[in-house]
């Protein structure tokens, strides 16, 4: 027998990221320190470390044609910005910028930063009533779009599934590579 619609919107949000997020964990369980900065392509988006020790992501406020080839290290440094403010925006606090969203480097720091913000999105996300979601919503879209919180929170369903699978290929990609040559 079929599960039943949930009674909310606010379940049915969490039901459907639940099940993005258990694609998360089988890619960053799987995640070794080498992945991250891999290039599968001459022209990537990844993360650079600064003097001081800090990263940066290339960025470019105009999406330049081609548009490179993200590294894993450059998705999850986003993932980190979008969803940290989206939980901002939602929370009703100044929502930061994307230079104040610090990366934690290629490896397991990366992968709880990510597990962290998890937990905060299903805290967000599980406090929500219905009015809530109703609330106007002006991200990641302008203000005068007319959408809500519930909008919101579809579209970080969305855009976590996207990245996640992004990841997912890339590592699946470096894996084979370095199968192929252990093979040859």
């Not at 039901?15 to 799987?30: G, K, M, S």
């Not at 969203?101 to 962290?116: D, S």
């Not at 967000?124 to 809500?148: H, K």
Request: charged fraction near 25%.
């Amino acid at each position: 027998m079929p599960a039943s619609v949930p009674a909310s919107v606010t379940a049915l949000l969490r039901r459907q990221f639940d099940l993005t997020w258990a694609l998360a964990e089988y890619h960053l369980d799987r995640l070794e320190p080498g992945d991250f900065l891999w290039e599968p392509a001459a022209l990537c988006w990844t993360m650079r470390q600064d003097p001081a020790g800090g990263w940066r992501a290339d960025w470019a406020d105009t999406e330049p044609d081609p548009v490179p080839v993200p590294t894993i290290a450059w998705l999850t440094w986003h993932i980190g910005w979008w969803w940290s403010v989206a939980a901002d925006h939602v929370r009703q606090r100044p929502a930061r910028e994307r230079d104040d969203i610090r990366w934690p480097g290629p490896g397991a720091e990366t992968v709880a930063w990510l597990r962290e913000l998890r937990s905060e999105w299903t805290d967000t996300l599980d406090g929500l009533t219905e009015a809530g979601l109703d609330r106007p919503s002006a991200y990641p879209w302008p203000a005068d779009a007319g959408l809500t919180v519930a909008d919101l929170a579809a579209w970080v369903n969305a855009e976590l599934m996207k990245n996640v699978a992004e990841i997912g290929q890339l590592r699946l990609m470096r894996a084979a590579g370095r199968a192929a040559g252990r093979a040859a």
